[in-house]
């Protein structure tokens, strides 16, 4: 079986990028990140690839006349190296079923909460908001809706009395660092079955 080539699309700083990176090098992760795209020609995820040495391109959503325009241009880059694996790590865009039909069952997203709870762009804030007790991370495939895909792992944090949004962000970031490289291992290794389109198998 050849191996996987990762395309990593990010918005902006490219943490969970950089554990995806260190993950590779470690050897956990037998793959290799093709390509990284971002939407934001001030994305610092591009510099750090670039220092890497790993192909970064800016498909930058306001040159684009559409969404359509915009999603055949990230497409065309994710062909032409090759993608066996989309991973989404910050990419703050909602893809159409155009760009999930092109990789079916094949993009990973990373939720900062346990979902089906708390989707959408502001989990901290509303988790904050709810008075909830726990909260955590989600590493689950994309689908057409928002958040929605089948969940692959998921890790908890306790929400502390005093949290702020950005010391719940930072707790939950350090599992999100653990969690995804995981699931992606998983992936790469073939041991993710999915038996619907809601549930997903970890095989030993």
């Known amino acids: 079986m050849s191996k996987h080539i990762l395309g990593i699309l990010c918005s902006g700083r490219g943490s969970n990028m950089q554990s995806i ?3 590779i090098e470690s050897g956990q992760i ?36 559409s969404q ?12 032409a190296a090759n993608v066996t694996l989309v991973v989404l790590a910050g990419f ?20 900062p909460s346990l979902l089906p709870s708390f989707g959408g762009a502001h989990a901290h804030r509303d988790v904050l908001a709810y008075g909830t007790k726990v909260s955590g991370c989600t590493i689950h495939f ?5 958040d929605h895909g089948p969940i692959i792992l998921q890790d908890t ?18 599992k999100e660092h653990i ?16 038996l619907d389109d809601r549930h997903v198998r970890i095989k030993e």
């Open 21 to 23: 990176m260190a993950a």
């Open 68 to 79: 359509q325009e915009f999603e055949e241009k990230l497409v065309a880059e994710l062909k």
């Open 142 to 146: 994309v689908d057409e809706g928002m």
């Open 30 to 65: 037998k793959a290799e990140i093709g390509i990284v795209l971002t939407d934001k020609p001030e994305a610092r995820a591009l510099q750090v690839a670039s220092e890497a040495g790993i192909k970064s391109v800016c498909v930058n959503r306001k040159a684009c006349a």
């Open 92 to 111: 703050m865009r909602i893809l159409s079923p155009y760009f999930v039909d092109a990789y079916r069952h094949q993009i990973l997203n990373i939720h």
């Open 179 to 194: 969690l995804y490289p995981r699931a992606i291992e998983l992936f790469v290794d073939g041991r993710l079955e999915l």
């Open 157 to 174: 944090v306790p929400v502390l009395d005093g949290d702020t949004e950005e010391t719940l962000a930072a707790r939950v970031l350090e």
